[in-house]
């Protein structure tokens, strides 16, 4: 595969293990996002992919070769930073054309390659303009067309988005996709913001502590959560996470969470070990819990309305629940109503481990059945 | 402008012009002086202005002392210790923001150190020094003097310069293909040129300026600097030739305000630099 590789990739700063046995595959061509919290280890694995912090341990090897020991400026990566990094005595077409001038490109070529790139990113009024004088917008888009006139295999992009205001945070995230899908080249992108990482990558890798949780598509990781971190730090509004157990019985399975028990069919949880009862956390997405005429009796706490549709915090047996509810549902703090969950679609987890024990490998279309066995034992 | 304000504005003009006239007279008097014919100079009552105007003390200095020959050497030790200096200054400061050892904070502390104490402390031990290395009664002599009393005040200055300087950009430049030292040569450097230049223009007034150690460490006109040298020519215990003291003075000061009428903005940036970062 001649896109990146990374094994058993450690990284120590003195005691503190900041990267601890990452290995990912990255194809070429393929935009991978790293999203984790602060101090998850995305930015140190990213720094040390483009060569600026040296791993403690493992391998990195960008298009087949191992680049441990080599030099940023030899990897043939690109990177934008999160400052953008422009350097401020330089005019823009000069901070442009610096990567080619440091790899001795002749004077007419570079000026060639530089205005290919001052179109592409529509900067042709301002190449004779210092960073000061420019937009953030522009600074980032300065910052790309640094990165893309090498034409490096990789981009490597260190949460370019982070200093733009939330408007032209999404137009510039169109940008990036639209860039990607022109150019085709591998990207990894570092992220905190889970909305830009679902929104752009092929795959995400999330992070947390140093140690890689999950990698896999947007869709897997939003549906198929590999644990608990994940399940919680995905989506917005958090996945609601209740402790509970789950019991193995002759045809189905049993899920109490406290005095609620839901009725699950044995297949959606692939059962090991010898015991019957299972130390469980179970996660339900606000988007898996519906108003019906049947259901359990719950009581309306909170209605937060976005404008499209209300985010409500709902109690259920003393126990609270968020909710996407559709805009047109007009409820009031305090009004009593009832509500169902969509079984095929509730997350299952180890208690102490944290894993995930659905059994259902790739995701399944949601069966939306009503839950007439909420309440049932 | 109310009346108060304007009666405050007029005070503050007055005061403020007291003072410069006060700090201006002496440097004009100087000049005054320097070109009055030797029979004017002391007259009862002593006149301001002259009835001729004479360069025939320029002359006499230029032509028949070793004035020029004093010039020289300063030039070359305030030249010397700038170049010296800046160079040690930037890559000490470099090193000191960059790189991350241990004792680095106390380091920058120590090197401080030397401020706290008296001139007439060090100045003694390092004749000795001087002495012992074999280096006494020459221009190097009075370069590595004044290089250990300007690099402490160079290392701090260009420091929070250096501070100011985001790491980033010297990523930026390794990532597009640079090496870590055309990385400092072509990003960090031109960041930190108004430290640079402030820093210059301290050291070469300092090393252009400086009299005690120079006093103490040179006795030979083989290596005298013009401030010594000068008093050592025109000031006897019998006579002083004020006519030609003062003309010397003139082409004395001129170097430096030339050089500080042009760099004065950069000056002041890196004086006011030095108080607020780091």
Redesign the interface.
């Known amino acids: 595969m001649a896109g990146i590789s990374i094994a058993k990739l450690c990284k120590a700063f003195g005691s503190v293990m900041a990267v601890k046995d990452l290995d990912l595959e990255i194809a070429e061509g393929e935009f991978v996002s790293l999203l984790g919290p602060s101090g998850c280890g995305k930015t140190t694995t990213l720094r040390m992919l ?3 912090d040296f791993p403690t341990s493992g391998t990195i090897s960008i298009a087949d070769r191992v680049v441990n020991d080599l ?3 030899k990897r043939d ?3 934008v ?3 953008y ?1 422009l ?3 330089m005019t823009v077409a000069q901070n442009i054309a ?2 080619l001038r ?2 001795g490109v002749p004077r007419r070529e570079r000026l060639v390659k530089v205005m290919d790139v001052v179109r592409l990113l529509q900067l042709e009024t301002l190449v004779d303009r210092k960073p000061r004088h420019l937009s953030g917008g522009q600074q980032q888009r300065v910052a790309l067309g ?1 990165a893309l006139v ?1 034409e490096p295999r990789v981009f490597l992009l260190d949460e370019p988005l982070s200093n733009l205001d939330a408007k032209l945070r999404a137009h510039m995230r169109a940008e990036l996709i639209e860039l990607h899908r022109r150019i085709g080249k591998t990207m990894v992108y570092v992220t905190h913001d889970q909305l830009e990482a679902m929104t752009m990558s092929d795959r995400i890798a999330v992070m947390q502590s140093g140690v890689l949780q999950q990698f896999g598509t947007p869709a897997d990781v939003y549906e198929r959560p590999a644990n608990v971190f994940v399940a919680d730090f995905i989506g917005t509004p958090s996945m609601t996470l209740f402790e509970g157990t789950l019991h193995r019985q002759a045809d189905r399975l049993e899920a109490r969470i406290g005095s609620l028990a839901i009725s699950l069919p044995r297949e959606h949880v692939a059962w090991t070990g010898g015991t019957d009862t299972l130390a469980i956390r179970l996660g339900v997405r606000a988007e898996d819990v519906f108003l019906g005429e049947t259901g359990e009796p719950a009581t309306v706490k909170l209605v937060e309305p976005t404008g499209h549709e209300n985010i409500v915090l709902l109690t259920i047996h003393g126990m609270v629940v968020t909710a996407r509810l559709a805009a047109d549902a007009r409820l009031r703090a305090g009004e009593a109503v009832r509500v169902g969950f969509r079984t095929s679609r509730l997350h299952i987890f180890d208690r102490d481990a944290g894993t995930r024990l659905n059994g259902d490998g790739p995701a399944r279309v949601a069966s939306f059945r009503s839950l007439q066995s909420i309440g049932q034992r | 402008m109310t009346r108060r304000s304007g009666a405050k504005s007029i005070v503050a003009t007055i005061v403020t012009w007291s003072v410069v006239l006060a700090t201006v007279f002496p440097l004009l008097w100087m000049v005054i002086t320097s070109i009055k014919p030797q029979q004017e100079l002391f007259t009862i009552p002593p006149m301001f202005w002259p009835r001729s105007v004479t360069l025939e003390h320029y002359r006499e200095l230029l032509e028949n002392t070793p004035f020029l020959k004093y010039f020289g050497h300063s030039l070359v030790i305030a030249s010397s210790t700038t170049a010296l200096v800046l160079v040690l200054g930037v890559l000490g400061a470099y090193s000191l923001v960059r790189f991350s050892y241990p004792g680095r904070e106390r380091l920058a502390l120590l090197v401080l150190f030397t401020y706290l104490l008296p001139s007439v402390v060090l100045v003694l031990p390092l004749y000795l020094l001087m002495v012992k290395v074999g280096v006494a009664n020459t221009l190097l002599s009075l370069v590595i003097a004044y290089t250990t009393f300007s690099l402490p005040y160079a290392l701090w200055l260009l420091r929070a310069f250096m501070a100011g300087t985001p790491e980033d950009l010297e990523w930026a430049a390794l990532v597009d293909g640079a090496s870590r030292l055309g990385a400092f040569f072509d990003v960090v450097l031109p960041q930190i040129l108004p430290g640079i230049i402030s820093t210059a223009v301290f050291t070469f007034i300092v090393g252009w300026n400086e009299y005690f150690y120079a006093l103490v460490l040179v006795n030979s006109d083989s290596a005298r600097p013009l401030t010594t040298g000068v008093m050592n020519m025109l000031i006897t215990s019998f006579n002083i030739e004020w006519s030609l003291l003062m003309a010397a003075s003139v082409m004395m000061s001129l170097p430096v305000i030339v050089i500080f009428v042009f760099l004065q903005s950069h000056l002041t940036r890196g004086f006011a630099a030095s108080g607020v970062k780091g």
């Open positions: 483009a060569g600026l030099p940023p400026g990566i690109a990177m930073f999160q400052s990094a350097y401020p005595h610096y990567p440091k790899r640094r090498r």
